[in-house]
Nanobody
Framework: QVRLVESGGGLVQAGASLRLSCATSEGSLSNYGWAWFRQAPGKEREFVAVIRRDYGDTYYSNSVAGRFTIFIDYVKKTMYLQMNSLKPEDTAVYFC???????????????????WGQGTQVTVSS
């Protein structure tokens, strides 16, 4: 069983930066799909970014492209989300997720992912 633990959330002003971390437990994770999702109050969980290790590519939602960067330190078994130029609309609980194999090509679907962290709150004030 893979365990994920997020950290790094907080309260910041618009324009600031934050780096979220997602530490994993044991196991060989080099071919997994790694992703970040977020959920704002009263809204559905939405895709933010993904690294498809097996395909060697990354994708971002339109709302964060150019501001956020997803990357992995495989030695530390930790995934990161570097968030720059934060906006109030980025306020949400952020979740990391993993999948060992893709069921479909829809990497933006939360149903593709088997393992989830508990979430970390990011609040951006205007």
């Amino acid at each position: 069983q893979v365990r994920l633990v997020e950290s790094g959330g907080g309260l910041v002003q618009a324009g600031a930066s934050l780096r979220l971390s997602c530490a994993t437990s044991e196991g060989s994770l080099s071919n997994y799909g790694w992703a970040w999702f977020r959920q704002a109050p009263g809204k559905e969980r939405e895709f933010v970014a993904v690294i498809r290790r097996d395909y060697g590519d990354t994708y971002y939602s339109n709302s964060v492209a150019g501001r956020f960067t997803i990357f992995i330190d495989y030695v530390k078994k930790t995934m990161y989300l570097q968030m720059n130029s934060l906006k109030p609309e980025d306020t949400a609980v952020y979740f990391c997720a993993l999948t060992p194999a893709w069921r479909t090509d829809d990497y933006s679907s939360q149903f593709e992912y088997d393992y989830w962290g508990q979430g970390t709150q990011v609040t951006v004030s205007s």
